[in-house]
């Protein structure tokens, strides 16, 4: 748990810092997005990641013990790769469900819970016709 806290709240900060500052030398790069936004969104989901941006360095390290704890799916207080790749996963089905959710709500014009291509056509490219 604290290895994981490590990485992601690098120094007593609240967020994690760019990621030049947390790469170790010689290690293979990966291609993303510059900084440490991308990832800290992966992490915590967009939402979630807001919000800890508005927390002190206590109360983030005390949020991402919980997270942690959520995260070690067998509970033996270690977090594998294996865990680390299902939290991202949910939390991005997680963002994308509810990014669906909005989205029909602005495209289901009639609210009947449908979409028709003329819904589709009105809500997307509505004020070019």
Known sequence: RLALALLVLPAGLGKPTARQERARSGAAQHEDRPGFQYDHEAFLGKEEARSFDQLSPEESRERLGKIVDRID????????TEELKNWIKRVQKRYIYENVAKVWKDYDLNKDNKIAWEEYKQA??????
């Open 73 to 80: 799916d067998n509970k033996d207080g270690y977090l594998t």
């Open 124 to 129: 997307t490219y509505g004020y070019y016709l």
